[in-house]
């Protein structure tokens, strides 16, 4: 069967409150920046994205912050709801064509 | 409305026999990916094609191999399985470097 995986670090919020989620990535020529959000045996779903002239995007609900001098992502989710339990990967462009994930945090939202 | 199709679901292989997994795609992107995501783990990149260009990581196992017949179809060939193979198979794909990636449902590969 499979390997025992990891335990992922978990973040416990109550509905309503918000999440921030924290990434550390590797490579400091990295311009690209992905947060995925993986739902229990599906694929990964893209949630936001930041390219590495910036510092602060925000979409609907969430707003991704980079701080290139100590390569760091966080994923700041607003009022957070049920339906955002999840696991979520930062992903990081290394050259122009490939991606590498994070180790990934698991979000549970108590109702 | 599925834009990245991966086939099966689920499957379940015998130790040692070989395996193939699929992916399709319907949004006529150049770029095609094979992860490998343990339980509780990240996904992890074994290949990709840009095109018709084979690229592999460096870690990828031999045992792993990839064919990309066209724009649509990519395969994961699993030569002899073992039982550390059994993972998801989550497949993506990209346009051209731009944007991130979109990424199919994945196959649950067991090991028995």
């Known amino acids: 069967g499979e390997s025992v995986g990891l335990h992922l670090p978990t973040l416990s919020v109550q509905e309503g409150d918000n999440s921030i989620i924290n990434c550390a990535y590797s490579?400091?020529?990295?311009?690209?920046f992905i947060w995925y959000k993986q739902e229990s045996g599906k694929g990964p779903q893209f949630i936001i994205d930041i390219r590495s002239n910036m510092d602060k995007r925000q979409g609907q609900r969430v707003t991704v912050l980079l701080n290139k001098t100590v390569k760091h992502l966080s994923l700041q989710i607003a009022a957070t709801q049920p339906g955002d339990s999840a696991v979520y990967f930062c992903a990081e462009n290394q050259n122009f064509n490939k991606f590498y994930f994070g180790s990934g945090t698991k979000l549970n939202v108590k109702p | 409305d599925a834009m990245v199709i991966q086939n099966p679901r689920y499957q379940v292989t015998q130790f040692g026999k070989p395996v193939t997994l699929s992916c399709s795609q319907t949004l006529n992107h150049n770029v095609m990916y094979w992860y490998q995501q343990k339980s509780s783990q990240a996904p992890k990149l074994l290949f990709h094609?840009?095109?018709?260009?084979?690229?592999n990581e460096a870690d990828t196992p031999d045992n792993f191999q990839s064919r990309r017949p066209n724009t649509s179809f990519c395969f994961l060939d699993i030569r002899s399985p073992g039982l550390g193979d059994a993972a998801m198979y989550l497949c993506?794909?990209?346009?051209?470097?731009?944007?991130?990636?979109?990424f199919g449902s994945g196959t649950r590969l067991t090991v028995v």
């Open positions: 490579n400091s020529a990295s311009d690209y």
């Open positions: 094609y840009y095109d018709k260009d084979f690229n």
């Open positions: 993506a794909t990209r346009h051209r470097g731009f944007d991130g990636y979109t």
